[in-house]
Nanobody
Framework: VQLQASGGGLVQAAVSLRLSCAPS????????MGWFRQVPGKEREFVAA????????SYADSLKGRFTISRDFAKNTVYLQMKSLKPEDTAVYYC?????????????????????WGQGTLVTVSS
């Protein structure tokens, strides 16, 4: 495991939560980073991505306005700020990194485009 996702937990609907993703042994400061989520029995779903410089972001249409991805180069950490959480946001959230030579591309919404994954952090939103 090269990426460590953290910050998940059990929360009530309408609250905010921030997830963090940090590498365990190497830096991913020059990599496109993404967040995905998955519920049992369903395919891993794209949530958000951020470019190598941090100047570009992409979101799943259904999550725009509620979720914000950001990165702190000094801390070598990528964040996913989630607000107004809903029960349907319940899932295991994974962070991922693409190989350094991969640039911003439409394929970043596909989980198969990424090369490094964390173990996931569970977010449970109760109604």
């Amino acid at each position: 495991v090269q990426l460590q996702a953290s910050g998940g937990g059990l929360v009530q609907a309408a609250v905010s939560l921030r997830l963090s993703c940090a590498p365990s042994r190497r830096t991913f400061s020059r990599h496109v980073m993404g967040w995905f989520r998955q519920v049992p029995g369903k395919e891993r779903e794209f949530v958000a991505a951020i470019s190598r410089s941090g100047s570009s972001t992409s979101y799943a249409d259904s999550l725009k306005g509620r979720f914000t991805i950001s990165r702190d180069f000094a801390k070598n950490t990528v964040y996913l700020q989630m607000k107004s959480l809903k029960p349907e946001d319940t899932a295991v959230y994974y962070c991922a990194a693409a190989e350094a030579q991969k640039t911003w591309a439409p394929s970043l919404v596909s989980w198969s485009w990424y090369d490094y994954w964390g173990q996931g952090t569970l977010v449970t939103v109760s109604s």
